[in-house]
Structure formats: structure tokens, C-alpha cells
């Protein structure tokens, strides 16, 4: 079984992307999407960003390597009537099928960053862009002190180290590693742009709530309890997240709100 498929298989990210839709609508709002613009949504989910780009009128494909969260998409995008949306399982580091130049918009959001092979993704994300087009990602940061940042390193804190070669995630979140891999694939220096910007996480529930979906729902957080529980460190590493969620809580008790902190990363594509 490919590990990083069965990572994202494992858990269900609808629970955590429930939390998200607003800060992802937002992000859609600010692409300047317009109608008939072909959109490729990479590393998808269930459409927090491919919805709402649907809704502005795009063609939209979602592509993710989880086939619970393909089918996820689709339902959503049947629900909503948007015969303009379309999810299929595939690899970021991989996107044979889709042809060159096939997309004006290649966004994905937390969701590339974590396929192995990062210049193999950077490549191809640059290659079914088309000339003039622009790729947008969204990758969280290695030592950030806000939310996601910090709930990665901690469930990595406490799952077994990775098979040797493994490229952190997170790298994704460094600037220059950025600069370099797209500068591999053939872009510019100057056609790249990256800044810090903000997803918050809702729920009308206390930070508690929101942390028990994570803990029974999002995958690197399962295989933390997971392999904290086998040696003893369970309730050492529930402390150490509660910390985390009711400390960044900016809303009242009874609900939560947590801003996080992200890179983002456009690309033009020449
Ligand atoms: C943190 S979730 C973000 C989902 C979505 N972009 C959002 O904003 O809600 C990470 C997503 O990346 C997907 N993913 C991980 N590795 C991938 C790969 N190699 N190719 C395509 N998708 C991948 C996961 O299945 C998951 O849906």
C-alpha cells in the first residue's frame, strides 16, 4: 500500500475541512476567479477551495490521491448541482492523463505539500499550467507557533521516524526550498511570490471538540495516539494538544476560532 495514500485514507478529512470551508471560501474570493476559467484543484479533499471556484462558474477538476475523499467531492458537488466539478483520484507527484497546459489555475491548498517527490510536483504542477496561467499553493511552515504547524510536529514528535529519504511536508513552508523546486522546473525568480497569510479553523463547539476530531478523524494526529498509546504517552501528548487548541482559541469558551499561519506561494507561469 503507497503510505502517503493510505495516510489520507486512514482518517476522514471531511470532519477537519467542516472547519475550514470559510477561510477556504476566502482564499477562492481572493484568486480572482472568473467564469469559464479552467481550474485544476490539487490535493483536493472534498472541495473546500473546488466548490466554491465551481460556484464562481470555472471548470473545475479536484484531483486527490484518496479515493474516500474523490467520492466525498463528488457527492458534494452533486448536492450542490455543479455539473462544472469534477474529482478523480491521482498523485501530485505524478499527473500523467492531464495534458500539458490544460489548466489558467492550478491551486492546492495543504494538499500537494504532502506528496512525496517534491520536484517531481513542482514540475508537474508548472507543466499542466498554461503559459500566462498561475499556480497558488498553500503550505503550512516548519517551527510556525500557530495551530497546524504545531499540531504536525507534535504528532511527529511522538509517531515513529519516517523511512529514510522521506522529504518533510513542511519543507513546502521554507521560502527558498520553494524558490529552488520551481526554479527547477523552469521558472523564474521573479515570477514567484511568497507570503504569509491566515486559514482559521471554526467550529461551534469549545477547542475540545475540535481537537477530538482531530484525534479520531485526522490522519498524522491518529498515528500519533496511536503510537503514543502503545509506549504509555497518550495523556501526555492529549496535555500537550489541549494546550495547543484552548491556548490559540481566540472565541469565547463554548466555541473556537484558531487562526494559522501558512505560506503562500503564487507562480506565474511563462
Ligand atoms: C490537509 S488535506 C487538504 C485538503 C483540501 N485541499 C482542503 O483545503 O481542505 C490534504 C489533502 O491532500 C491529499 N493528498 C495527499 N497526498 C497527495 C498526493 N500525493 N496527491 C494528491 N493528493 C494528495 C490528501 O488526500 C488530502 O485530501
Redesign the pocket.
Request: with cysteine; charged share 25%; net charge negative.
Given at each position: 500500500m503507497n503510505p502517503?495514500k493510505a495516510l489520507?485514507e486512514k482518517g476522514d478529512?471531511t470532519k477537519?475541512?467542516a472547519a475550514?470551508r470559510e477561510s477556504?471560501e476566502e482564499l477562492v474570493e481572493s484568486l480572482g476567479v472568473k467564469d469559464g476559467m479552467d481550474i485544476l484543484?490539487?490535493?483536493?479533499?472534498?472541495g473546500?477551495?473546488a466548490v466554491p471556484a465551481a460556484q464562481r462558474g470555472a471548470h473545475v477538476l479536484g484531483?486527490?490521491?484518496?479515493e474516500n475523499?474523490v467520492a466525498a467531492g463528488n457527492a458534494r458537488a452533486a448536492a450542490a448541482g455543479l455539473s462544472n466539478l469534477r474529482f478523480q483520484e491521482?498523485?501530485?507527484?505524478d499527473l500523467r492523463g492531464l495534458a500539458d497546459g490544460s489548466f489558467d489555475l492550478v491551486v492546492?491548498?495543504?494538499?500537494?505539500m504532502?506528496?512525496?517527490r517534491p520536484f517531481d510536483v513542482a514540475k508537474e504542477m508548472v507543466r499542466v499550467t498554461r503559459s500566462g496561467g498561475c499556480i497558488v499553493m498553500g503550505n503550512w511552515i516548519p517551527g510556525d507557533p500557530t495551530l497546524i504547524a504545531q499540531v504536525l510536529k507534535t504528532s511527529a514528535a511522538y509517531t515513529p521516524p519516517p523511512p529514510e529519504g522521506f522529504i518533510s511536508p513542511v519543507t513546502w513552508g521554507i521560502e527558498e526550498t520553494v524558490r529552488e523546486r520551481f526554479a527547477a522546473a523552469g521558472v523564474p525568480a521573479d515570477n514567484i511570490v511568497c507570503e504569509r497569510a491566515t486559514y482559521v479553523f471554526r467550529c461551534p463547539a469549545p477547542p475540545s471538540e475540535l481537537l477530538e476530531t482531530f484525534k479520531q478523524y485526522y490522519g498524522p494526529t491518529m498515528n500519533a495516539f496511536e503510537a503514543a498509546s502503545k509506549d504509555g504517552r497518550a495523556d501526555q501528548l492529549e496535555a500537550e494538544l489541549t494546550q495547543l487548541f484552548e491556548g490559540h482559541n481566540r472565541a469565547g469558551a463554548d466555541r473556537t476560532e484558531i487562526p494559522a499561519t501558512f505560506l503562500k506561494v503564487t507562480v506565474a507561469k511563462p
Amino acid at each position: 500500500m503507497n503510505p502517503n495514500k493510505a495516510l489520507w485514507e486512514k482518517g476522514d478529512f471531511t470532519k477537519i475541512a467542516a472547519a475550514m470551508r470559510e477561510s477556504g471560501e476566502e482564499l477562492v474570493e481572493s484568486l480572482g476567479v472568473k467564469d469559464g476559467m479552467d481550474i485544476l484543484d490539487l490535493g483536493c479533499g472534498d472541495g473546500t477551495t473546488a466548490v466554491p471556484a465551481a460556484q464562481r462558474g470555472a471548470h473545475v477538476l479536484g484531483v486527490d490521491i484518496a479515493e474516500n475523499l474523490v467520492a466525498a467531492g463528488n457527492a458534494r458537488a452533486a448536492a450542490a448541482g455543479l455539473s462544472n466539478l469534477r474529482f478523480q483520484e491521482g498523485d501530485a507527484s505524478d499527473l500523467r492523463g492531464l495534458a500539458d497546459g490544460s489548466f489558467d489555475l492550478v491551486v492546492s491548498i495543504f494538499g500537494a505539500m504532502f506528496a512525496p517527490r517534491p520536484f517531481d510536483v513542482a514540475k508537474e504542477m508548472v507543466r499542466v499550467t498554461r503559459s500566462g496561467g498561475c499556480i497558488v499553493m498553500g503550505n503550512w511552515i516548519p517551527g510556525d507557533p500557530t495551530l497546524i504547524a504545531q499540531v504536525l510536529k507534535t504528532s511527529a514528535a511522538y509517531t515513529p521516524p519516517p523511512p529514510e529519504g522521506f522529504i518533510s511536508p513542511v519543507t513546502w513552508g521554507i521560502e527558498e526550498t520553494v524558490r529552488e523546486r520551481f526554479a527547477a522546473a523552469g521558472v523564474p525568480a521573479d515570477n514567484i511570490v511568497c507570503e504569509r497569510a491566515t486559514y482559521v479553523f471554526r467550529c461551534p463547539a469549545p477547542p475540545s471538540e475540535l481537537l477530538e476530531t482531530f484525534k479520531q478523524y485526522y490522519g498524522p494526529t491518529m498515528n500519533a495516539f496511536e503510537a503514543a498509546s502503545k509506549d504509555g504517552r497518550a495523556d501526555q501528548l492529549e496535555a500537550e494538544l489541549t494546550q495547543l487548541f484552548e491556548g490559540h482559541n481566540r472565541a469565547g469558551a463554548d466555541r473556537t476560532e484558531i487562526p494559522a499561519t501558512f505560506l503562500k506561494v503564487t507562480v506565474a507561469k511563462p
